[in-house]
């Protein structure tokens, strides 16, 4: 998972969110792990340590701050933009619309299940959770309308759901954690338990680089894509975009946030 971040220009110190400059040495305890990024093409996503961020995250508190990197009074107004959001999706839906739950969703990068509890279980009748680290997972455990609990990374998560297909795939502050290749390797297992008129929704920090480039966080290991690199890799992944919107009345100094809903595109 990641989180609401500051915009990178604003940070100072062992917080700062920045882009990682490609001549730069790394230098750790051992010598065997000292590494020098010479490449000047090299991608940002080229970064990400996958056990770095799960250590990151495992020494982070299972509360809303901790979770959401010492900005929890976001969460209120995130969940009430992404209950907008699908609001907005249901009342264009010939087989979904409001007035009765959905049978099933699934809430990717959950951490402590702030979504699942705050938004998804008012929505959807039974809400699984996908989340690597158990310290979080331990938060939402047995609270009404959570269903299968999966503890692994998107990365290493093939859905194969035997039951109801999901209504609506969530994946929130997660997919940042995850390469260009293996976030449309993700993308591309999605349909198959997606059901007929059923949603992916992205919502994710967007890069505000001056030049167009995704940003690398040291600090948890994510990536920030800018909105023509995510529209790009949806596309790579075989999936058509129906709505988007950014998230509105956060704090002016974080990064913006920006959410997609997509489907198969069954023209692919």
């Known amino acids: 998972m990641s989180s609401p971040k500051r915009k990178s220009e604003e940070l100072n110190g062992d917080a700062a969110k920045k882009q990682r400059t490609f001549d730069d040495t790394v230098e750790s305890d051992s010598p065997a792990q000292e590494v020098l990024f010479a490449d000047p093409n090299a991608a940002p996503d080229s970064l990400i340590n996958h056990e770095a961020a799960i250590q990151y995250w495992s020494s982070t508190e299972p509360t809303v701050n901790g979770v959401l990197g010492g900005f929890p009074q976001v969460s209120r107004i995130d969940l009430q933009g992404s209950s907008n959001f699908l609001a907005k999706l249901r009342r264009q839906s010939a087989l979904f619309p409001p007035g009765k739950k959905l049978r099933r969703a699934v809430d990717c990068g959950a951490g402590i299940g702030r979504i699942a509890e705050g938004f998804l279980t008012q929505v959807a009748e ?72 059923g949603w992916i929704v992205v919502k994710e920090n967007q890069s505000n680089d001056p030049f167009g480039q995704d940003i690398y966080d040291e600090v948890d290991s994510s990536v920030s894509r800018t909105d023509a690199k995510f529209r790009r890799l949806f596309n790579d992944a075989g999936l058509r975009l129906v709505a988007t919107e950014l998230q509105k009345g956060f704090p002016k100094g974080l990064y913006p946030v920006r959410v997609y809903a997509l489907v198969p595109d069954r023209r692919a």
């Open 126 to 197: 039974t809400v699984d959770i996908v989340e690597p680290v158990k310290s979080f997972t331990d938060q939402v455990q047995g609270k009404p309308g959570i269903g299968e609990i999966y503890n692994v990374g998107l990365e290493a998560w093939f859905p194969d759901h035997q039951g109801a297909p999901y209504d609506l795939i969530w994946n929130q502050w997660c997919v940042g954690q995850l390469t260009d290749a293996q976030f449309v390797a993700y993308l591309q297992r999605l349909p198959a338990v997606l059901s007929e008129g």
